[in-house]
């Protein structure tokens, strides 16, 4: 399919034509699956050079300015210098050298912006961009400062893919630029088939796991189940594998070979699998009959096939059931939407007539209804639709359409509230605008935007376990639409928010079925809301829901009666009083007296637990009923704890604590525990904070350097050759002034294409925790492939998985060929600078030094300008260039001790002292940073957003880099990141918390 290049009007015109063009979707900035409409693959000769991008041309940015200008639903949220300032400030994420200032108004409009990098800057007046063709122009002139000053960042292209993402995101949050990659990957997804083997497959302890095998798919069919472990893909090890890089090479084409080594518990190796690919057709829809002749769906998704396999569905349940069906169950449950076209003949297989929805654009001056159609409906079938908070898009357009209608019972929770139209226009690239253009009205013009659709039954789950109580949900956890930035309204919507659910229950969460459910994913299991709808439809025949909720009264009052029960026995084996409250509102009035503390005190340090408890006295007249309370903080570990105090008469008193186990990598912050109290009838019925301090524990710092040892099952040359095996050896020693906990190291491949030097074969190593100042030694063990001579770049990470500090270092490994070894040489080496020899861990300039040999060093070996040089616990390597052969008579005396060499490890950042709250809208944050290497620069984030930027480019700074920035600080919880740059790659972080109180 073409681009898509029409005005608005026309695009309107052409619904009908293009609905299979139509897609709605939760924004891949938010989640999104990013899988909802398919284009045709574009050539080779028609994409886009990267190589020597010209950033002034705009060639992506102009294309989306044009979709914007004709065709975007709502002109009056297009503001050309809030797309400016917007889109500079993401630029500035992407570009660490690159530092935008941004002067606004009174109302927040950008009116000037300075653009600075390094010690270059420019200032632009922003009060004559009035339009988006004035903006364009404004983009160049910034674009060209740009690129004339960059001194590191080299990736032109992301630079504009940021500022279109940077402009769009003042629009709406689901208008998107398309990276080619994810919209490669959302086309595949929709078509609903691909060339693989049929697994779903996830990173899970560091190891490839299968999670789900496709029913009748090549992995199925040859017995793989969920929790294998792939090891290896081809002649590829997956230790520590990008997921992206196992997915790529698991698909291809169909009828080609893919060989595969999988690890089940209980077997002692693993086992080899050749698989033939195939056409992977991925099933959205799910279907089981279950007792009385109740039909049960799961539409998991909208992609192209949905409908057809509904009907199919359909069919194979109306002969199960030898006469057709009672009734059917539409579970729309974590269903995220989908293409428009599918959701609208699924909503019109069950209506007969009247609007399904409706399309609206351009400032709501544009409509375009769907009609249902009367053939084929199945219009006399009960029906309930099963909903949560994940059912989006077109999920609700098909909820919206039945409820309006009066046509089925929407059971569960309310859901998203994404009621907005998107449309995709590639790029000669093959990255793709997507773009909102409409928003859809449900029949009756009502809008869901960020509103939801209310279930006509809402159900609340709760769960009691001995972790812990969610009985009630906090206002931390709501979510959908209305929560994302910039989220869309709609006049219509004030309907769907006076909305309220007729009939309402909670339930007790069965966790041993829960469990079930997350072990089998494959099978359709029936859950308390299945069971509850298959009860609802042996209590009714009719098929309209106001027919529905009229017979099946009798039925909820005994599922909510039983439920309370099981409820209330849970409470009370946990010693609390939950009964129902009174029929009749007291005579008296109780009154909460309440203390509230942590444990064990004001500061506490990471690591450790804390207790929240709180204590209630009851000092009116007349009994509390479900008391409870619920913590609310900025700090989200201590936000949404619930205490449960039950009934609490007159004169007595309860006591609830919770226990809440702070991580080892939590920082230094200080905030207020808000403790929110209500009963029975939901009334607030009083609130107690108390001040929580935590004290972050001392950072560990690794420093790492690596040596290749090939003499275990290599040729032990100290060279790596075409198919040797051999280990990497990391020594690894803290630095810093805290100990470290569990140290994990990893090596893994990191070719920039497809073609990976060596297969790991032990590349996860754990080590004891390291006091400040130990060091440990790690091996990584792998083979070198048999196809490829060179430099082969590898990755070598260090991790504390507890603390979470980490370091990595790149390595480049020489491999020669199989024919190429050490020539035998005997020599006596000085260094011609310095005291001491330098050993590297290969023969290369930018390997790291290992050793040191005192005096001199003996050689024993050549290879090229290098010399090979024992060490006793391998070998080093010294450049021919850095010393000097001597005679035997002239080696001094004592000299030639090899020692070995610490690493140095990376910068290390120190920040004057700060106190964690203020009122100050800013604060002066000082420090220096110190190290081995040259830093590059200094970068300051707060909340993400960057506010300093130092360049240790000149002289002026050298070794003695310090700073002193203003740092801005905005109302609440500040988290400041201090970044040190050696280069793009390597860098040292400190971050602080600051808490700026009103």
Request: zero cysteines.
């Amino acid at each position: 399919m073409k681009s898509i290049q029409r005005t608005l009007p026309k695009t309107f015109l052409a619904l009908t034509a293009l609905l299979g063009a139509f897609y709605l979707s939760i924004s891949l900035r938010y989640g999104d699956p990013g899988w909802r409409l398919a284009f045709e693959p574009r050539t080779a000769e028609a994409r886009g050079a990267i190589d020597g991008y010209d950033l002034g041309s705009l060639s992506i940015l102009n294309r989306a300015v044009i979709h914007i200008k004709e065709n975007y639903v709502d002109p009056a949220r297009v503001n050309e210098r809030k797309m400016l300032g917007a889109a500079m400030e993401e630029v500035q994420r992407a570009v660490a050298e690159l530092l935008v200032e941004v002067e606004r108004d009174g109302e927040g409009v950008p009116h000037a912006l300075t653009v600075r990098i390094d010690d270059q800057s420019r200032r632009f007046d922003l009060t004559d961009v009035g339009n988006l063709w004035k903006m364009s122009f404004k983009f160049k002139d910034i674009f060209r400062f740009v690129e004339d000053n960059l001194r590191h960042h080299t990736r032109l292209r992301d630079i504009e893919y940021a500022a279109i993402n940077g402009m769009l995101s003042t629009l709406d949050p689901h208008s998107v630029l398309l990276r080619p990659e994810d919209y490669r990957e959302m086309k595949l997804s929709t078509r609903g088939k691909f060339g693989g083997l049929g697994i779903v497959i996830s990173i899970r302890d560091g190891q490839l796991t299968i999670v789900n095998p496709i029913e009748d798919t090549p992995a199925s069919r040859a017995g793989l189940r969920a929790g294998d472990r792939i090891t290896q893909i081809g002649q590829d090890s997956t230790v520590n594998m990008a997921l992206s890089d196992a997915v790529d090479l698991l698909r291809g084409a169909p009828d080609t070979e893919a060989v595969i080594w999988v690890m089940r518990d209980g077997w002692k190796k693993a086992r080899k699998y050749a698989l033939t690919r195939a056409d992977i057709k991925v099933k959205s829809v799910a279907s089981k009959m279950l007792p009385d002749k109740i039909g049960l769906v799961r539409l998991r998704n909208f992609q192209n096939t949905t409908f057809d396999e509904l009907e199919a569905a359909m069919r194979r349940l109306n002969r199960k059931a030898r006469g057709g069906m009672k009734g059917l169950i539409i579970d729309l449950r974590g269903n995220p939407g989908g293409l428009l076209d599918q959701a609208i003949k699924i909503a019109d297989l069950f209506i007969r007539s009247g609007p399904l929805v409706t399309t609206v654009g351009f400032g709501d001056r544009m409509r375009e209804p769907k009609m249902a159609t009367r053939a084929g409906t199945e219009a006399d079938l009960p029906l309930i639709v099963l909903t949560d908070a994940q059912s989006a898009s077109a999920s609700e357009i098909v909820a919206g359409a039945l409820k309006n209608h009066h046509r089925a019972l929407i059971v569960g929770k309310r859901t998203f509230g994404k009621g907005s139209v998107q449309i995709i226009y590639d790029n000669k690239d093959d990255s793709a605008l997507k773009l909102t253009i409409a928003q859809y009205l449900t029949p009756g013009d009502v809008s869901i935007q960020s509103v939801g659709i209310t279930p006509d039954l809402e159900t609340r789950t709760v769960v009691i376990t001995d972790e812990g109580t969610d009985l009630f949900e906090s206002e931390d956890e709501q979510g959908g639409e209305v929560s994302l930035p910039e989220h869309l309204e709609h006049a219509q919507a004030e309907v769907s928010k006076a909305a309220k659910p007729r009939l309402s229950l909670e339930y007790l969460r069965d966790e041993a079925l829960q469990q079930r459910i997350e072990d089998n994913p494959n099978d359709l299991i029936a859950d308390f809301e299945i069971d509850l709808a298959h009860d609802l439809l042996v209590a009714t025949r009719e098929a309209n829901a106001d027919g529905m909720l009229a017979d099946i009264g009798g039925a909820v009052d005994r599922v909510r009666t039983d439920e309370q029960a099981r409820i209330a026995e849970a409470l009370n084996r946990r010693g609390v009083d939950w009964r129902p409250s009174a029929a009749t509102a007291p005579t008296g009035r109780p009154v909460a007296e309440v203390e509230v503390r942590a444990e064990p005190g004001d500061a506490i340090a990471a690591g450790q637990t804390l207790t929240l408890t709180a204590t209630v006295r009851n000092t009116g007249d007349a009994p509390f009923d479900r008391l409870h309370a619920i913590t609310a903080s900025e700090n989200p570990l201590l936000a949404g704890h619930e205490l449960i105090f039950g009934h609490v008469p007159p004169g007595e008193s309860r006591t609830w604590s919770v226990p809440v186990e702070l991580p080892k990598s939590a920082l230094t912050r200080r905030d207020a525990v808000k403790f929110v109290f209500a009963d029975a009838r939901e009334t607030r019925v009083t609130e107690a904070s108390v001040k929580v301090g935590i004290t972050q524990l001392p950072r560990p710092r690794f420093a790492a350097h690596w040596q290749v040892d090939d003499r275990a099952k290599g040729n032990g040359d100290g060279l790596l050759q075409l198919g040797e095996e051999a280990e990497l050896v990391v020594r690894t020693r803290n630095l810093g002034p805290g100990a470290s906990y569990t140290v994990l190291g990893t090596l893994r491949n990191d070719e920039t294409d497809d073609l990976r030097g060596i297969y790991i074969r032990r590349g996860r190593v754990e080590s004891e925790g390291l006091a400040p100042g130990d060091a440990t030694e790690m091996r990584m063990g792998f083979k070198v492939k048999a196809e490829k001579a060179g430099e082969i770049p590898v990755q070598v990470g260090i991790y504390d998985t507890e603390i979470r500090e980490s370091t990595t270092e790149k390595a480049s490994l020489v491999v020669v060929d199989r024919g190429e070894t050490v020539t035998a040489v005997e020599a006596r080496l000085a260094p011609k600078l310095g005291a001491d020899v330098e050993l590297r861990g290969m023969p290369r300039a930018d390997a790291p030094i290992v050793a040191r040999s005192a005096g001199h060093a003996a050689a024993d070996g050549r290879f090229g300008d290098w010399y090979r040089v024992p060490t006793g616990s391998g070998f080093g390597w010294v450049a021919a260039e850095a010393v000097t052969p001597l005679t035997a008579d002239a080696a001094p005396a004592g000299s030639g001790a090899v020692t070995v060499v610490e690493p140095n490890g990376p910068p290390v950042i120190e920040l004057a002292d700060s106190a964690p709250e203020t009122r100050a809208r800013a604060m002066t944050l000082a420090g220096a940073v110190s190290g081995p290497r040259a830093v590059q620069d200094l970068l300051i984030y707060v909340n993400d957003r960057k506010v300093y930027f130092q360049s240790n480019a000149g002289p002026k700074l050298g070794d003695d880099f310090r700073f002193k920035a203003e740092v801005p600080l905005e109302e609440g919880v500040n988290r400041i990141t201090v970044v040190a740059r050696e280069d793009e790659d390597y860098a040292s972080r400190r971050t602080l918390i600051i808490n700026r109180m009103p």
